[in-house]
């Protein structure tokens, strides 16, 4: 007795990855992407107006945007961005000219030109209805891992 599989009455649909949720965000962002291996010059990249920052910006994605990503910002002199705060690593580099970066929880400053480079603390975050028991965990997972936290308590 010979036993035959059903034959499906359509082929099945085709898998088609969705884009990742990064990409999605940079494109939602309305500024230029730069999506190739190599940009010759920082300075000549194609800008547009990023109301994220306040002011005109570009995202360069070097090789895999995933792994790494890069934004080109423009100031005009004594010009700023609007303040952000992030939760990951940044680094910022100065291209041209000459910048001063403050980070806002701790008040230090630092005034950096061409060819130099600061990296920002990560988790600079305040949250307004931070759980002091939920961060007394954290802090003592932390210190069981033999880490330091860096960020400030937030002051009510």
Request: aromatic share 8%; hydrophobic share 40%; charged share 25%.
């Amino acid at each position: 007795m010979a036993i035959e599989a059903p034959v499906p009455a359509q082929q099945p649909a085709t898998f088609e990855r969705p884009p990742a949720f990064y990409r999605v965000w940079q494109a939602q962002e309305g500024i230029p992407i730069h999506q190739r291996f190599h940009l010759e010059s920082l300075t000549e990249a194609e800008l547009g107006e990023w109301e994220r920052f306040g002011c005109r910006g570009a995202f360069v994605n070097l090789a895999d945007a995933d792994i790494t990503t890069a934004a080109v910002l423009e100031l005009p002199p004594s010009g700023a961005t609007t303040e952000i705060k992030h939760l990951f690593e940044a680094l910022v580099f100065v291209v041209d000219g000459r910048g001063r970066s403050t980070i806002s929880s701790t008040g230090h400053a630092n005034v950096t030109s061409a060819g130099g480079d600061e990296g920002p603390p990560a988790n600079q975050i305040d949250y307004e209805d931070e759980d002091p028991t939920i961060r007394e965990l954290y802090v003592r997972e932390l210190a069981a891992r033999g880490v330091e936290l860096r960020m400030p308590e937030v002051q009510r």
